[in-house]
């Protein structure tokens, strides 16, 4: 469903038929996906199967990792720990070595496969991202909300991917192979109140492509701060609505589409001056799976623009960029 967002057209989206064996109704989703994708670049998801207790749950998390675990506790998982850039990224208005601020703090989490339940026990536990979470003792149960709601989001996403491989023309289950161990991150961003670190910082995140194949948004209950470029070329407010999720294309999907899907430029501006939250899922394919561009994609108008990449050569080429390379040895 097309709707007003403002100064551009969204689209609110229903899942309702994301289960069903009907064809019919999948390829209609799946057309509905597609008119999205490539005249405004994200959408709005509802009937998602994703229970509210869930998403009440990851949100008290978030809180009580930001507000309520000592700066001492955050910083043993600082990110620069971390080959892969996971863990805990501090408020940072001027960083050393050119690299952008980051003026919020943040949390990135990797999948483990215990999580993963229509993997457990089919893949290797090694494929396990190497986490910097609180110790049980820091922060009770933590850990285990967030690997539910981290389940709860992988079964969504490859419902997703599925729809996305109909929208291309694909077989339904393209997808299925490369996304047994995918590269998917949970973030979890605390924006302070204006002022609250320094009086003329105002918490944002500048304007940024996502680097996986897209991500699942969950934004603070009522407050305005994502804005989205739509097919137009125009930023567009992309606000927060009860019981949905925010989808937008990430890089992945743009390589393997030839741009048909383009990445969704983004940014979040704290204009009220208050406190959020925002809680993105990135859904990638396999580390190991080879991006090659689909051969449906390509025309004399529209030439092959990637070269084929792995998706972990081209996340650490994307996040080492924008944190700056590990100093860490690989193992």
Not at 63 to 69: C, I, M, V
Not at 171 to 199: C, I, S, T, V, W
Not at 204 to 212: C, R, S
């Amino acid at each position: 469903m097309e709707f007003d967002i403002g100064s551009g057209m969204g689209y609110l989206i229903d899942l309702s038929d994301i289960d069903g064996a009907d064809e019919s109704k999948l390829r209609a989703l799946a057309s509905n996906i597609y008119d999205a994708c490539t005249k405004v670049g994200f959408f709005y998801i509802k009937n998602h199967g994703i229970p509210k207790e869930s998403v009440a749950a990851i949100k008290s998390e978030a809180e009580r990792f930001f507000k309520g675990l000592p700066e001492e506790k955050k910083m043993e998982l600082d990110r620069e720990k971390s080959e892969y850039h996971l863990g805990y990224g501090p408020f940072e208005d001027d960083r050393k070595g050119g690299q952008k601020a980051h003026p919020y703090e943040s949390v990135l989490i990797g999948r483990e496969v215990a999580w993963d339940t229509e993997y457990v026990g089919k893949v290797d536990p090694k494929h396990d991202a190497i986490n910097l979470l609180p110790k049980e003792e820091d922060l009770p149960g933590h850990r285990a909300v967030v690997g539910k709601y981290f389940g709860e989001m992988l079964v969504l996403s490859r419902k997703l991917a599925r729809i996305f491989a109909l929208s291309l023309e694909l077989p339904m289950h393209f997808f299925d192979d490369k996304m047994e161990k995918p590269g998917a991150l949970l973030g979890l961003n605390y924006y302070a109140p204006k002022g609250q670190q320094r009086p003329d910082v105002n918490s944002a995140i500048l304007a940024h492509t996502d680097h996986e194949l897209f991500t699942i948004l969950l934004q603070s209950d009522g407050i305005n701060a994502l804005e989205v470029v739509n097919g137009q070329g125009i930023w567009v407010p992309a606000k927060p609505f009860p019981d949905t999720f925010v989808v937008n294309i990430g890089d992945a999907l743009s390589i393997w589409t030839n741009n048909v899907f383009l990445s969704t430029l983004h940014r979040a501006t704290n204009t009220t001056g208050g406190e959020r939250y925002s809680i993105p899922f990135f859904f990638g394919p396999d580390y190991d799976a080879v991006m090659e561009t689909l051969p449906s994609c390509i025309s004399e108008t529209r030439p092959m623009i990637y070269k084929p990449v792995t998706q972990a050569e081209h996340y650490l080429a994307k996040m080492n960029t924008a944190y700056g390379a590990s100093t860490l040895v690989a193992a």
